[in-house]
């Protein structure tokens, strides 16, 4: 029973004319493709970042997911295309920030990898991110030889030792052939897919919002996924991120335990205090 679930998560959908909401909708536009989602009622709007988690098909089919799927309309590709995809970067896996909630990043390369497999051939994700952003490529199948519509399922899974978190691929969509202009059709921009793997679900709508607002705001490439540490302010003395009345408490309460030399002159003296009064009125 499990090896036929496996071979149905395989085939061919391109029988199916349904556009599903939540798959890759591939459109082509300025001699490009583009990804969108669907709406709903035959609309769709661009997206760049998707979401789904491993584990959904049962207890009995852990660590795997096939979806989102790869969906267009009648006519958009030639009849016969094909259309893949390319892996960019080395997965990573999402680190929320305790004291700021809401944030966090994708620094992390995890020790798990993020296998796609279509008919037979499987691709991984990197251990470092490759040069270039251009790692390894997948044919997904051809566009309908008679009206040119596409629908495929690849699979993506999980690899040892599936710890939990919210888990991030990042790649891109060509037609005809890896990285290149094929027929006058170049790739699309970067998008990403967030994996949940037995994580909260809070933690996946905090990393789905943070690639939107941080990483797929900026065309091509996007933004960077570990961004540069901010700038560490001296007088945000608790270290919660930000400045606020209970930096002064936490300050004087150090100072008066002989722990307040905010100047490093080698004392806690009074100078300290007005040192750091300046500091936290001029906001660092």
Known sequence: MRILALVVLTIS???????????????????????????????YVP????????GKLGPGLPNRTPDPGF????????????????????????TPLAMMP???????????????????IIISTPATDPAGMVGPSLEIGTSDPIDGQFH????????????????????????????????GVGRSDALWLVLNQNAATTDVDDAV?????????????????????APVCA?????????????????????FGGAGDFNGQGGATVQDIFDFLTCYFGAC
């Open 13 to 43: 959908c391109s029988a199916f004319g349904q556009v599903h909401v939540g798959d890759f909708l591939l459109t082509v536009e300025g001699n490009k493709v583009v990804v969108n989602v669907a709406t709903g009622g035959g609309g």
């Open 209 to 229: 919002a943070w690639l939107r607002a941080n990483v797929a705001n900026v065309v091509g490439d996007g933004g960077p996924l570990c961004p540069a540490p």
């Open 71 to 94: 969906n267009s309309v009648v006519g958009e590709f030639v009849a016969g295309q094909p259309v893949g995809l390319t892996i960019r970067r080395a997965a990573r896996l999402w």
């Open 235 to 255: 007088c945000d003395w608790n270290q919660s991120g930000a400045l606020s009345v209970q930096d002064i408490f936490d300050f004087l309460s150090s100072y």
């Open 47 to 54: 997206e760049r970042v998707f979401r789904d988690r491993f």
């Open 102 to 120: 809401g944030d966090g990043d994708f620094c992390t390369m995890p020790e798990e990898r993020i296998e796609v497999r279509k008919n037979g």
């Open 152 to 183: 495929e399922h690849a699979v993506y899974w999980l690899t040892t030792p599936f710890d939990a978190g919210v888990y991030l691929l990042e790649m891109e969509v060509w037609v005809g052939q890896p990285g290149g202009v094929a027929g």
